[in-house]
């Protein structure tokens, strides 16, 4: 009998290297509203995050937890992404390059990495600065060695990996810039022909664990036909990119709700992917949550997929919370 597999799964390190650690404040530093930013110290102070800057020691501590895992699926965002444009920036890129190289040398040959929005780049939350650009797009691939669309077979699991900001391309285009539109359409257009290509090639008793880092995705991949045909024998889908299960709580209770296009590109980018959310649902998603969690609940950690071929092939991620350690900022 094959024995069950426990996969460790990690989700938005946000590792900063000493280039982004020298940049406190860089959010805050975009604002030109006074108002906006005393706002957005306010919530990133009591909700989400009061120093992004400063959780490096997680990366140690999830090692040292994982230490018996058969393998390690990282679930994207590895940076802090401080300058907004993704690992083209080159302090980003060094921050990745950090926490990629930790994992792959802890678990050689037994990691997968999914691609993140910060690895492309993300407009700032208040300051409207950066979004995806294509460079980044290219260090990702090329030097980091991030693979947009993989998988990975398990007994009779198959796990895939896709990028999450190339399905969900439609909402992030007024983020684009307007000459790399092309391109990053037709990136789009070829990783939809891979996963389609992978799902027609499954076999009938194969079972799928999804690794999508934003779940905006997943009505994009809803509306794909060979999707839907094999919904059903997708077991789990597992996101990131909420960093606590509060968000994630409030995405559901909020699912369905009417798109906001009058308060900026991130409300507008948000409730466009709340708009949508009740598509979530048939991919069985569950949240790896980030290392830190939010300010508010300190409710970081991550998972175990633990995978049973036996019987129906049953799939189940557990998370588990890492020790609060007190830090300062550096
Ligand atoms: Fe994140
Ligand atoms: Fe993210």
């Keep these: 009998m094959t024995p069950g597999r426990r996969i460790a799964v990690v989700s938005d390190i946000h ?9 406190a404040g860089f959010e805050q530093r975009v604002i030109t509203s006074p108002l906006l930013r005393w706002l957005a110290r306010q919530y990133r102070h009591h909700l989400w995050m009061r120093d992004p800057l400063v959780h490096n020691h997680l990366i140690d501590q999830f090692l040292a937890h994982a230490a018996d895992a058969d393998a390690v699926v990282a679930n994207g965002d590895y940076s802090c992404d401080s300058a907004f444009v993704g690992v083209s920036d080159p302090a980003a890129c060094e921050s990745a390059r950090i926490c990629l190289e930790r994992l792959r040398t802890a678990f050689p040959d037994r990691t997968r990495s999914v691609l993140g929005d910060h690895e492309l780049g993300k407009m700032s939350l208040f300051g409207g600065q950066g979004g995806p650009r294509l460079a980044s797009w290219r260090v990702a691939v090329d030097t980091l060695r991030l693979e947009p669309f993989w998988r990975w077979e398990w007994d009779r699991f198959v796990l895939f ?11 992030f285009e007024p983020e684009i810039l307007p000459e790399e539109r092309a391109e990053w359409r ?3 257009e070829q990783h939809l022909d891979d996963i389609r290509a992978n799902l027609r090639a499954l076999a009938t008793d194969q079972r799928i664990v999804l690794f999508c880092h934003d779940p905006t995705a997943l009505p994009f991949l809803w509306r794909e036909g060979v999707v839907r045909a094999c919904i059903d024998r ?3 889908t ?29 409300a507008r980018r948000l409730s466009e992917a709340l708009h949508q959310a009740r598509l979530w ?7 790896c949550p980030s290392l830190a969690g939010c300010e508010l609940l300190k409710d970081g950690g991550f998972g175990w997929l633990e995978l049973d071929p036996a019987s129906a092939g049953t799939a189940r991620l557990k998370t588990t919370s890492i020790p609060a350690t007190p830090v300062s900022s550096l």
């Design 15 to 23: 590792y900063a290297s000493p280039g982004e650690t020298a940049r």
């Design 186 to 188: 037709a990136l789009r």
């Design 234 to 236: 997708i077991a789990l």
């Design 238 to 266: 597992i996101i990131g990119h909420l960093h606590t299960p509060l968000v994630f709580r409030l995405s559901r209770i909020l699912a369905g709700m009417p798109r906001v296009r009058f308060l900026g590109n991130t």
């Design 161 to 171: 990996g896709v990028t999450s900001t190339l399905l969900a391309l439609p909402v």
């Design 281 to 287: 649902r048939p991919f069985r998603v569950r949240l």
